[in-house]
């Protein structure tokens, strides 16, 4: 049985040599390293843009207009319930809420305050995230507020 001409060329792959006797990337393994290093490179743009935009909020309220430390430190921003809602919630409470979309409407929900602070707090399996490590029971309080103020056609402001 004669072995298919392919066969040779998968099993003996070796760099290329060039007149002087130099070995030489081929064009396959030189194809592989690029897309390796293409796939590495955007991996840690990406990464550097998520942990960038992170710190990025549009709608946070200074305390005050110029609070600096002496370390010359950016001033101490407040925590924006409208923002957070916006980027965090609104992934599936949409129209800050007004409207249902992956999650439930939440404007004129019949949940009582303690039931709606729990759900974010400790989520609910298969539904919903727990947010009770991302926010401290203050700021959850702040949204539970932000939620009960929700009307229908008015901006939603900050509590």
Same mark, same amino acid.
């Given at each position: ?5 392919? /066969? ?8 290329? +040599?060039? +007149?002087?006797?130099?070995?030489? /990337? ?6 592989? @390293? ?7 490179? *955007? =991996?840690?743009?990406?990464? =550097? *843009? ?7 909020? =549009? ?18 921003? $407040? &925590? ?5 809602? +916006?980027?965090? #919630?609104?992934? #599936? ?13 939440? @404007?004129?929900?019949?949940? =009582?305050?303690? $039931? ?11 539904? @919903? ?5 991302? &926010? ?9 507020? &932000?939620? +009960? ?11």
């Amino acid at each position: 049985m004669a072995a298919s001409p392919f /066969v040779g060329r998968l099993q003996g792959i070796a760099p290329a +040599r060039s +007149r002087s006797g130099a070995t030489s /990337v081929n064009s396959e393994s030189r194809t592989s @390293m690029y897309r390796y290093a293409f796939t590495a490179v *955007c =991996t840690v743009l990406s990464l =550097t *843009c998520v942990a960038g935009s992170q710190g990025a909020e =549009t709608d946070a309220i200074p305390t005050s207009p110029a609070t600096h430390s002496s370390e010359g430190a950016p001033p101490t921003q $407040q &925590f924006s319930v409208k923002n957070t809602f +916006r980027n965090i #919630c609104g992934f #599936c409470h949409e129209n800050y809420g007004r409207k249902a979309g992956k999650g439930p409407q939440l @404007m004129a929900t019949q949940l =009582t305050d303690e $039931q709606i602070f729990n759900r974010i707090k400790n989520g609910m399996p298969g539904r @919903m995230a727990a947010f009770g490590v991302a &926010f401290s029971d203050d700021q959850i309080q702040l949204i539970v507020k &932000f939620i +009960r103020n929700l009307k229908p056609g008015e901006e939603p402001q900050n509590p």
